[in-house]
């Protein structure tokens, strides 16, 4: 069965910092990009970062650039959310996803970054 | 930044009828739109892809369509489990981004 599941949330006092992680299982976990999403309470999803398959692209959102680390280790079959300088607007549930499909074109492969596996996330609250 | 605008915010309609959701991208996105389901407490799984292509699973009363910056959700004949939240997403540029969700609920 393909499965993500993450762990490493939990209460943190603003300006401090929390690593999440996302154990993979079920799927080759080395030829996928891989995103973490998160979820405020009550609201609607938000794109915190992506990262290929050997760590040489990373992307981030604006708000947390400079703060979070996205990394994977592909031997561990685990994605990991380094989370500095924690602020209370970083409260959320943090979903790490598996993105899928892809294509050639002149000879190169391109990726496509919609995210078709989800684990049921780990709540991450900022609060003194 | 592309913008991700879904409407309506809130749809209601009654088991059986059909459900039409909307998604605008602020600058074309070509075909790289996403639909999300999600339901109280659970996480968002994945429904179409490439604006019309139907992920692994889903039933084919679920249709998408659209290309550029207006897309379409198209519920057929809504089913008791089909009350949820439902999140456009763009993938044609970075950063990611997500439709403010439209909530379909039972009239």
């Known amino acids: 069965e393909v499965q993500l599941v993450e762990s490493g949330g939990g209460l943190v006092q603003p300006g401090g910092s929390l690593r999440l992680s996302c154990a993979a299982s079920?799927?080759?976990?080395?030829?996928?990009?891989l995103s973490w999403v998160r979820q405020a309470p009550g609201k609607g999803l938000e794109w915190v970062a992506n990262?290929?398959?050997?760590?040489?692209?990373?992307y981030y959102v604006d708000s947390v650039k400079g703060r979070f680390t996205i990394s994977r280790d592909n031997a561990k079959n685990s994605l990991y959310l380094q989370m500095n300088s924690l602020r209370a607007e970083d409260t959320a549930v943090y979903y790490c996803?598996?993105?899928?499909?892809?294509?050639?074109?002149?000879?190169?492969?391109?990726?496509?970054?919609?995210?078709?596996?989800w684990g049921k996330g780990t709540t991450v609250t900022v609060s003194s | 930044e592309i913008m991700m605008t879904q409407s309506p915010a809130t749809l209601s309609v009654s088991p059986g009828e059909r459900a039409t959701l909307s998604c605008r991208a602020s600058q074309s996105v070509s075909s790289d739109l996403a639909w999300y389901q999600q339901k109280p407490g659970q996480a968002p799984r994945l429904l179409i892809y490439?604006?019309?292509s139907r992920a692994t699973g889903i039933p084919a009363r679920f249709s998408g369509s659209g290309s550029g910056t207006e897309f379409t959700l198209t519920i057929s004949s809504l089913q008791s489990e089909d009350f949820a939240v439902y999140y456009c997403q763009q993938y044609n540029n970075w950063p990611l981004t997500f439709g403010g969700g439209t909530k379909v609920e039972i009239k």
């Open positions: 079920g799927f080759t976990f080395s030829n996928f990009w």
């Open positions: 990262i290929n398959q050997d760590e040489s692209e990373k």
């Open positions: 996803a598996r993105n899928s499909g892809s294509y050639y074109e002149a000879g190169r492969k391109y990726y496509y970054y919609y995210m078709d596996v």
């Open positions: 490439g604006a019309s």
